[in-house]
């Protein structure tokens, strides 16, 4: 566990999107990247490190937390 939250905060990008999908629930790229402002090639190397790392998941053409990940993200959220 540990790993995996110095593996996300280790990258600002990667801690926001974590956080953004924790309040949101689901998103599809695009919008993660409009509201992140940020590109979308970007966005896409990010969830693609998150997926592998297994903390977010496909659904259809959006995105969500795992359980792992909704964990990492509560337990970055109070730190």
Do not use: C, W
């Not at 939250?5 to 990667?14: A, L, P």
């Not at 659904?59 to 959220?77: H, S």
Request: proline share 1%; net charge neutral; no cysteine.
């Amino acid at each position: 566990m540990e790993e995996l939250v110095g593996f996300v905060t280790g990258n600002n990008n990667r801690k926001k999107l974590l956080s953004l999908l924790g309040s949101k629930k689901e998103m599809d790229s695009e919008r993660i990247a409009k509201t992140m402002h940020i590109f979308r090639p970007s966005v896409d190397k990010i969830i693609e490190e998150l997926v592998e790392k297994e903390l977010v998941e496909k659904q259809g053409a959006n995105y969500k937390l795992t359980d792992l990940g909704a964990t990492v993200e509560r337990t970055i959220q109070n730190i």
